[in-house]
Nanobody
Framework: QVLLVESGGGLVQAGGSLRLACAVS????????MAWFRQAPGKEREFVAAITWSDSSTYYGDSAKGRFTISRDNGKSTAYLQMNSLKPEDTAVYYCAAQYSRTWSSLLYEYNYRGQGTQVTVSS
């Protein structure tokens, strides 16, 4: 059984930081691209960041550039999203996803697995 379990969400003031983690089990983590998506109430799902498995290249959505950093630890089968300078508009449920691919995608439907999400709330 494949499981992706996000953690690290919570309530933070604007300007603060959070580090999300996505613990993966049931698959060969080192062969999967990993990504983070988010969805705020009443808004469409948004691509946040992705990291390849082949060379750990990273890619970011416009809202994440310069503030968020995606990383992975293949030994721990865990992906991370470091979020700095948080803004109220970053409030959303954050999901991680895994794709069996050498490349990456900004489209959630192209990922093989996804987690249940973790809530991030940024107060002004």
């Amino acid at each position: 059984q494949v499981l992706l379990v996000e953690s690290g969400g919570g309530l933070v003031q604007a300007g603060g930081s959070l580090r999300l983690a996505c613990a993966v089990s049931g698959l060969t983590f080192s062969r999967y691209a990993m990504a983070w998506f988010r969805q705020a109430p009443g808004k469409e799902r948004e691509f946040v960041a992705a990291i390849t498995w082949s060379d750990s290249s990273t890619y970011y959505g416009d809202s994440a550039k310069g503030r968020f950093t995606i990383s992975r630890d293949n030994g721990k089968s865990t992906a991370y999203l470091q979020m700095n300078s948080l803004k109220p508009e970053d409030t959303a449920v954050y999901y991680c996803a895994a794709q069996y691919s050498r490349t990456w995608s900004s489209l959630l439907y192209e990922y093989n697995y996804r987690g249940q999400g973790t809530q991030v709330t940024v107060s002004s």
